[in-house]
């Protein structure tokens, strides 16, 4: 019960990563808001539909969690879109679509978040990144750019507001085993054949599970990562740590 007593937003909570860290929130005793368009399938949380890319949505789900728990401790951004196209084939609407949600969505989140927080006891918020950010995965470009965005906003806001109590990190998944995944492998001729190839290159020997990011989003939303703050934590199972040629 590491979360008791914490109320908490989690974005982009309908599938994915963003379920499975709600789940574990609220079996560590949170009391948890899940924010997404359509209704999760989060047992004990309670749902707000959200539009994360509309300011007026994102003020209102905080005010719902300040109404529903008294406060919000910790908001959990994870709400993201891709498009598989390079910066040739993607179009103007590609481009706001997924910064909409990528960038102007964490920000948005990020923004009503802070004012909550400053005025109250501080928190702790929570950017779902992606190893995307630093190293850009083929035929995802406005998708790359927007988890480079997110990183950057991860700093500013933790330098910014620390002296307010306000703590603000990034977890960088790498390959984890999602919808969004598996839409990279069905650009492939052989979906498979290119699922085997990527997790022969993790030293783990498997692709992530969404619980793997839960796991360190707990440990970021607890009392016990009180001093860390502007970090970028990366789980990926070692596959961006090896050079990239091989033995």
Known sequence: MQLSG??????????????????????????VIVASRSEPSVEGAHFVATDVSDPSAVDALV??????NGG??????????QVEKTIAETTDDDFEFVMGVNVRGVFNCCRAAVRQMRDNRGGSIINVGSVAATLADHGLAVYNASKGA???????????HGHEGIRCNSIAPGWIATALVDAVFDLSDDPEVARRAAVSRHPVGRLGRPDDVA??????????????SGSVFTVDGGLTAQSPIAP
């Open 72 to 81: 919000l401790d910790v908001m959990v951004n994870n709400a993201g879109v």
């Open 6 to 31: 914490k109320s908490i937003i989690v974005t982009g909570a309908s599938s994915g990563i963003g379920e499975a860290i709600a789940t574990r929130f609220v079996t560590e005793g949170a009391s």
């Open 215 to 228: 796991n360190m989003a707990v440990w970021l939303a607890s009392d016990e990562s009180i001093f860390a």
């Open 150 to 160: 997110v990183q950057a906003l991860t700093r500013a806001i933790a330098i910014d």
């Open 63 to 68: 005010a719902a969690a300040v109404a529903r």
